[in-house]
């Protein structure tokens, strides 16, 4: 979705054909735009194995339109530049390990020369984006309509104790995990996954952890929270039957929902948040959300029995 045109302080002024009064707009740089994106994500606040910032980009070149999308992958780089995208931001690194070669034999190195031949900056806010207030679990508690009452693991270099991993919410008026979980499935972008579900169904559920991307390594800040449920994506069997074993006989539900779709929301917070520095500014800029599934399970085969099958010999 496209979020209007805007016009900067510094950069090149223009006409801005989209203003019917036929004023004139300042295109803001790359480096410009880059460095309002880091006042809301600092690179400084990324994990130390992670791999933020900008990864193609002219710091010179002008930007007058972006998207923002969680993976940096082959389809959501055509789109950008059907798009006529100067900028793509995404959450995901597109090398988090480091490479040798950008060759476009290679999936990633196709993806780096499509983006300069195009003129398409890269820019990736991922852990530093998580952790940010607000961060990737404010746009997934907000999907959700729950109150957030707190980070679900705080940042100790943050005075006003508002950042940090995750969040602890409050669910008004309560619901049964079963609700809860229908809530979920119906907020969220769909993929074919939907919402997995550990514990009573029936459950009630009143506070609730949440955390975008995977979260089984949150385990022992959601027991110590004492929230009713926890939903995040990627959980892993022996962790999931572990965790829910020690928390017997107290009820705490998991709900585990697809990676992509919890994270997704963040754009769309993303987008607002660059939306109103460009109006402060008087950017001419064009903010775009993808909405192109780059979850990568595309298919879903229910059980056709409640009755259990047993263990191969």
Not at 9 to 17: E, V
Not at 227 to 256: G, K, Q
Not at 291 to 300: G, M, Y
Request: overall charge negative; proline content about 7%; glycine content about 8%.
């Amino acid at each position: 979705m496209l979020r209007g045109a805007r016009a900067g302080r510094r950069g090149r002024w223009r006409f801005n054909a989209t203003d019917q009064t036929g004023s004139l707009a300042l295109v803001p740089r790359l480096s410009e735009v880059i460095a309002a994106l880091e006042t809301l994500w600092p690179a400084e606040r990324a994990e130390s194995w992670d791999a933020v910032g900008t990864v193609v980009g002219d710091p010179d070149q002008e930007v007058t339109r972006v998207v923002f999308a969680v993976d940096p992958v082959q389809e959501i780089v055509d789109e950008a530049v059907r798009l006529g995208a100067d900028l793509l931001v995404t959450h995901h690194p597109l090398y988090l390990r480091g490479t040798t070669t950008v060759a476009a034999t290679h999936f990633k190195g196709r993806v780096v020369h499509t983006l300069i031949k195009n003129d398409i900056a890269l820019h990736v806010a991922h852990t530093n984006a998580d952790t940010a207030d607000p961060g990737v679990s404010d746009a997934l508690a907000g999907a959700l309509d729950l109150r957030i009452t707190g980070p679900l693991v705080p940042d100790p270099t943050d005075p006003e104790g508002r950042r940090g991993l995750g969040r602890v919410c409050a669910l008004d008026p309560p619901l049964t995990v079963r609700e809860f979980a229908a809530r979920a499935a119906e907020r969220l972008p769909a993929t074919a996954q939907g919402i997995r579900v550990a514990g009573d169904p029936e459950a009630p559920v009143r506070t609730v952890a949440v955390s975008g991307g995977s979260g089984d390594s949150l385990f022992d800040h959601v027991r110590a929270a004492g929230v009713d449920a926890f939903l995040t994506a990627d959980l892993r069997h022996h962790p999931a039957a572990e965790f829910t074993a020690a928390v017997a006989p107290r009820p705490l539900a998991l709900l585990d929902a697809a990676h992509w779709a919890t994270e997704w929301p963040w754009c769309e917070l993303a987008a607002s948040q660059l939306d109103e520095i460009s109006d402060r500014h008087g950017w001419d800029l064009r903010v775009h959300v993808s909405k192109t599934v780059t979850d990568p399970w595309t298919a879903h085969a229910a059980s056709t029995t409640s009755e259990p099958l047993g263990a191969p010999n």
